[in-house]
């Protein structure tokens, strides 16, 4: 999948986006690319528990990690952030070129915001959150809110582009295997 391409059709100037591109020659005093990316997931399928436990991934959800980490191949993630639980680590675990091997771990949302807006541009950064975080993340990064009605399953994946002018655009896209939404 050729997740950079698709992300120039969002970003605010196909010309930002691909100044990320810039072959590693560039000088030093080229400025630096326009945009940073931050893509955000919720964790895989976990067992069922009680709530505020620490479930492991289910077959499915191991199943759907490996599939994040085949989607994000060609994805130079420069940094993972995750919570504390191991089905967030387990998600991050078979992510691509080491990255799931050191994930960042934050707890709270305002830190975790904090710490994508630290993140330099022309970078590219996964969050994995919770179904109780994943709108406060988006809303923390582009300035609103997803609709009360979109869920928060696991085949979803946010693709939220940042501009320096302040600019956000945010793509929905599906990952694995389908999850049936009940209406």
Same mark, same amino acid.
């Given at each position: /999948? %050729?997740?950079?391409?698709?992300? #120039?059709?969002?970003?605010? +100037? #196909? ?29 895989? *399928? ?5 709530? @505020? @436990? ?21 994805? *130079?993630?420069?940094?993972? %952030?995750?919570?504390? %639980? ?13 990255? =799931? ?19 330099? &541009? ?6 994995? !959150?919770?179904?109780?975080?994943? +709108? ?20 979803? /994946? &946010? ?6 002018? !302040?600019?956000? +655009?945010?793509?929905?896209?599906? %990952? =694995? ?7």
């Amino acid at each position: /999948m %050729y997740l950079r391409p698709l992300l #120039c059709l969002v970003a605010a +100037s #196909c010309s930002l986006a691909a100044a990320e591109t810039k072959p590693a020659t560039a000088t030093a005093t080229a400025p630096a690319p326009g945009v940073k990316t931050i893509i955000v997931v919720r964790h895989a *399928e976990a067992e069922p528990g009680p709530h @505020g @436990g620490d479930p492991a991934l289910t077959a499915d959800g191991r199943t759907r990690s490996a599939e994040l980490a085949r989607v994000l191949a060609d994805t *130079e993630l420069r940094a993972v %952030y995750i919570t504390h %639980y191991q089905r967030n680590r387990q998600t991050a675990e078979p992510l691509p070129r080491g990255a =799931g091997e050191k994930p960042t771990v934050i707890d709270e949302v305002p830190r975790t915001l904090a710490a994508l807006q630290a993140e330099p &541009w022309g970078a590219t950064a996964l969050v994995i !959150g919770h179904s109780n975080t994943i +709108s406060e993340l988006i809303r923390g990064l582009t300035g609103r809110g997803l609709p009360a009605d979109e869920p928060i399953v696991f085949d979803r /994946m &946010w693709v939220v582009t940042l501009t320096r002018d !302040g600019g956000a +655009s945010l793509l929905r896209l599906h %990952y =694995g295997a389908p999850v049936v939404v009940a209406k």
